[in-house]
């Protein structure tokens, strides 16, 4: 299968996901979600009241190992950063993962 149709397929096998998936938010509104969006090093973090935070702030003198994927590298330290704060992730698309957590 060609590089751009295994992209495509998986593409829209991660937003059907997002679909078909039943939402784990209550009707009442009790849950909010945030954004990671690659974009080399512009990299940021959307977070649910509408700031925008740049990777440079989120990981202050941040060095990426000899032979480490920067892209795999980055968005897994990310990831965990929003963990830390009740954050668990929902879903992705080719550039974006989306983590959400509930609120009281």
């Known amino acids: 299968m060609k590089p ?3 992209f495509l397929v998986i593409g829209l096998l991660a937003i059907g996901s997002l679909l078909i998936q039943p939402s784990m ?3 009442d509104g009790t849950a909010e979600y945030a954004m990671i969006q690659w974009w080399g090093n512009k990299t940021q973090i959307v977070w649910t009241d509408g700031r925008v935070d740049f990777l ?3 990981l202050p003198g941040l060095s990426v190992p000899d032979r480490a994927n920067d892209r795999a590298y980055i968005m897994t330290l990310l990831i965990n950063k929003l963990a830390k704060e009740g954050y668990e992730y929902v ?3 080719s550039g974006e993962q989306i983590l959400m957590r509930r609120v009281k």
Request: charged share 25%; proline share 0%; no cysteine.
């Open 25 to 27: 938010a209550a009707a």
């Open 56 to 58: 440079d702030r989120l």
């Open 4 to 6: 751009t149709r295994l």
């Open 91 to 93: 879903g992705m698309t």
